[in-house]
């Protein structure tokens, strides 16, 4: 497709039962972020994958949280044994990461998490 | 202290008024500097780049202060249309992309 994709857009869960969210990027760009975001609240950087290299996970919140980067296409962001407070929309943006760091981040709609 | 901080308004403003939003970074190796925009429900999209000579694009115009590790986005008469969210962000020299919080902006006719 000609933009990011994520999937699902929607998605009720019980506490304590695994998630996989999905992102599939802007075909060619090497640069892959997952953030969060909260009701009312600004972006909450988690993870970002570029190219090859170890990803920085410097953001997630917990050791339930895990992503990882197949084949540096697409990604997939996974929760265990949600908790309520997971609730949030998630987004993943991705950048074509070449030389210039002026590159704009190009983000997907999201996937809305509710944990019941 | 949080890596990039902004105000978060709600900032309410007549259709015509001038706006400006104001942000403040942590990290003094920060190398490139954003204003995205945010619309009720969407995801963000990139507005402008802020370069340090200081830039404008049409009614915007953003300022960067490298000495005071602070970045400003100046709108000039206001739309019903600006109405929205706007986020400054935040990249290191790597490719890590930090965002602020926001500042909401409604603009009434």
């Known amino acids: 497709g000609a933009g990011v994709s994520q999937s699902p857009s929607n998605k009720v869960t019980e506490k304590g039962k695994d998630v996989e969210l999905r992102c599939d990027p802007i075909s060619g760009h090497t640069a892959l972020y997952w953030y969060r975001q909260s009701l009312g609240q600004g972006l909450e950087f988690l993870i970002y994958f570029q190219g090859n290299s170890a990803p920085d996970k410097s953001g997630l919140p917990s050791d339930r949280f895990s992503a990882e980067r197949t084949g540096g296409s697409v990604s997939t962001l996974t929760i265990q044994r949600t908790q309520q407070e997971d609730s949030a929309v998630y987004l993943c943006a991705s950048s074509l990461a070449g030389r210039s760091s002026n590159e704009k981040l190009f983000f997907g709609s999201g996937t809305q998490l509710s944990v019941l | 202290r949080k890596e990039v901080e902004q105000d978060p308004g709600p900032f309410n403003v007549p259709e015509g008024a001038t706006v400006a939003f104001n942000c403040t970074y942590s990290n003094s190796a920060s190398q490139s500097f954003f204003w995205y925009r945010q619309d009720c429900r969407k995801e963000p999209k990139l507005l402008m780049s802020?370069?340090?000579s200081g830039n404008e694009d049409g009614r915007f115009t953003a300022q960067l202060n490298r000495a005071s590790q602070y970045i400003s986005l100046l709108i000039r008469d206001s739309k019903l249309s600006d109405s929205a969210t706007y986020l400054c962000v935040v990249k290191d020299g790597g490719f890590k992309t930090i965002f602020g919080a926001g500042t909401r902006l409604f603009v009434k006719a």
């Open positions: 802020v370069y340090s």
